[in-house]
């Protein structure tokens, strides 16, 4: 690797699938922006950005997600063959390849719960977070499809305005960033099988059996709006369905999303 700032220190890094490949470096502004620009000339599906640290890591509506080394920052570039209104399921299903990965590596008895649309919580605090971009042609089809993942492995940012926690706080055994990347692309690669030759009904009966706040109050801010009501379900095609205090139902792919007590 010959990019400047690639890391020629891989830490032992752990075989990944079949399938994919990993970039690595000490220091990136974002690896969801270097990933968007690697997929744009041509990089393959399955090629993982990772690095140590991000100076401009971001999470949903461009908000500052904390990446300081320690905890785990990576974007997967994908190339599903489906149409861009799918995007949204593939932000669930990665929700759950996680959910999997850390209950199979954490603690027994682990209280995790997956909050729409891409935080994963453990005791109601906030452990990781995944943010989907894409881009589409002119028919609607995806191009590609960037699946960022930040998961704090070792710390958690003390200025958070909600419950954050790490997997060393909650009980993990130490596990290396590449270790937990090779983990994670075994359980995206085979969800990523499943979504693309049954479609979404597995994912989605995954995701409803982790998710937090089913059938409980909510409040969902879209734009200046608030809307309150109460989250129903998550419907086959991967949205929120609410209903609202006045009866009416409402299907939403967007919004901030805020429970009675988180």
Not at 15 to 39: K, M, Q, V
Not at 49 to 65: E, H, I, N, S
Not at 110 to 129: E, M, R, T
Not at 237 to 249: M, S, T, V
């Amino acid at each position: 690797m010959t990019e400047p700032g690639l890391s020629s220190d891989l830490v032992r890094p752990e075989p990944l699938p079949e399938g994919f490949s990993l970039r690595h470096w000490e220091t990136i502004g974002s690896t969801n922006d270097e990933a968007a620009r690697l997929a744009a000339e041509g990089a393959p599906a399955g090629t993982i950005v990772m690095a140590d640290r991000q100076t401009a890591g971001r999470g949903r509506l461009g908000r500052v997600w904390q990446s300081d080394s320690g905890n785990l920052h990576a974007s997967f570039i994908l190339r599903p063959a489906c149409l861009l209104q799918a995007a949204s399921q593939l932000s669930l299903l990665a929700g759950v390849a996680l959910a999997e990965t850390l209950v199979a590596h954490g603690p027994d008895g682990l209280d995790l719960k997956l909050k729409w649309p891409n935080d994963i919580l453990i005791g109601g605090a906030k452990v990781a977070g995944i943010l989907l971009e894409s881009a589409a042609d002119r028919s609607g089809r995806l191009e590609h499809v960037i699946v960022g993942v930040g998961v704090n492995l070792v710390w958690a940012p003390g200025s958070s305005a909600y419950p954050v926690t790490s997997l060393q706080a909650e009980g993990f055994a130490p596990r290396s960033p590449h270790g937990w990347i090779a983990a994670y692309a075994g359980a995206l690669g085979i969800w990523l099988d499943r979504w693309q030759r049954d479609g979404f009904a597995d994912a989605r009966q995954a995701w409803r059996a982790r998710s937090y706040g089913l059938g409980g109050p909510i409040r969902l801010r879209l734009n200046r709006e608030e809307v309150d009501g109460r989250f129903v379900d998550l419907t086959e095609g991967g949205a929120l369905l609410i209903e609202r205090e006045n009866g009416q139902r409402s299907e939403l792919t967007v919004g901030d999303v805020v429970f009675a007590d988180h």
